[in-house]
């Protein structure tokens, strides 16, 4: 059980949708290039290619979004940044409704999204929500419970 405690928090919903879309990137990205090389110059194709490459970056880095934990802390992995906080930095997990992925309430009167959690995975996300929560009790609480 604590081996799945630890587990990385990781949605499932948007990493399939973001890796079927950054093959296809990739797929009509040297479709084109192939298809255009008779009548487009190089400069053009170049731009295809850079073009391509970039949106295929960010659908990798969407599949890739998570929250790491281990009995430091935790490491959120989201879309643009990554960011690493000790246990007692992290107030609170907040994944009320309307809320797309899981929200931490730092210490230092600051937010947090963590992506690793996403609303769109129905069920998963409440029951990864509720994961990430036990971690945090776990490693907050103290003797004297304060």
């Not at 604590?2 to 009509?28: M, Q």
């Not at 990205?29 to 255009?36: C, E, F, L, N, Y």
């Amino acid at each position: 059980m604590t081996e799945d405690l630890y587990a990385p928090f990781r949605p499932h919903l948007a990493r399939l949708v973001s890796g079927g879309v950054g093959v296809l990137v990739v797929l009509g990205t040297v479709a084109i290039m192939w298809g255009t090389r008779s009548w487009v110059g190089v400069p053009d194709q170049i731009g295809f290619g850079v073009l391509g490459a970039l949106i295929a970056w960010f659908c990798w880095r969407q599949a890739s979004v998570a929250v790491l934990v281990d009995a430091a802390g935790l490491t959120v992995r989201n879309l643009v940044l990554s960011r690493r906080l000790g246990w007692a930095e992290v107030v609170s997990v907040r994944f009320g409704e309307g809320r797309p992925w899981v929200q931490l309430d730092l210490a230092d009167g600051d937010t947090l999204a963590a992506m690793g959690v996403q609303r769109s995975d129905g069920e998963r996300a409440i029951r990864e929500a509720r994961r990430l929560a036990t971690l945090l009790a776990r490693h907050t609480t103290t003797a004297a419970d304060d």
